[in-house]
């Protein structure tokens, strides 16, 4: 997940709004970097695990609000042709990363690192594998 919050950030820059986005994916990127081998349980990592999460939560109302408003997409579409449709899954990855990251730093038990490391493995599928369908099998293209 590290890698793809990395991607993310670097392409951000060209973004018209990249002063919310890009802080969201390098946040995502540290914090998934620093747990990629072991699990951190400092206090520090929390909270900036936490404030990634906030952002990430403050921007998914932002992109929920602003596809209500235009209309253009469903709140639910996996169409990656549009923009706000990208920013919600990049948001839900960052919510779903995040949220797996705390109950990991706050996890002992062996039996809940498992089920833990497979939502962590889920994430990184569907966060490689849908765009890689869309793109590939689909052949959608991008709409700016």
Not at 11 to 24: G, I, R, T
Not at 61 to 66: A, H, L, S
Not at 85 to 94: A, P, T
Request: with cysteine; net charge positive; hydrophobic share 45%.
């Amino acid at each position: 997940m590290a890698i793809l919050f990395a991607y993310s950030a670097s392409v951000q820059l060209n973004d018209p709004d990249w002063y919310f986005w890009f802080p969201l994916y390098t946040l995502a990127f540290a914090v998934n970097l620093i747990n990629c081998k072991r699990t951190s349980h400092s206090r520090r990592i929390r909270q900036i695990t936490k404030t990634a999460l906030s952002l990430a939560l403050f921007l998914l109302v932002k992109v929920v609000t602003e596809d209500v408003i235009t209309e253009k997409v469903g709140v639910f579409s996996l169409d990656l042709t549009h923009r706000v449709v990208r920013e919600k899954i990049g948001n839900g990855l960052v919510i779903a990363s995040m949220i797996l990251q705390l109950q990991a730093s706050s996890s002992k038990s062996k039996q809940k690192k498992k089920f833990i490391d497979f939502g962590m493995a889920t994430t990184a599928t569907f966060g490689y594998g849908l765009p890689f369908w869309f793109f590939t099998i689909q052949k959608g293209e991008i709409k700016i």
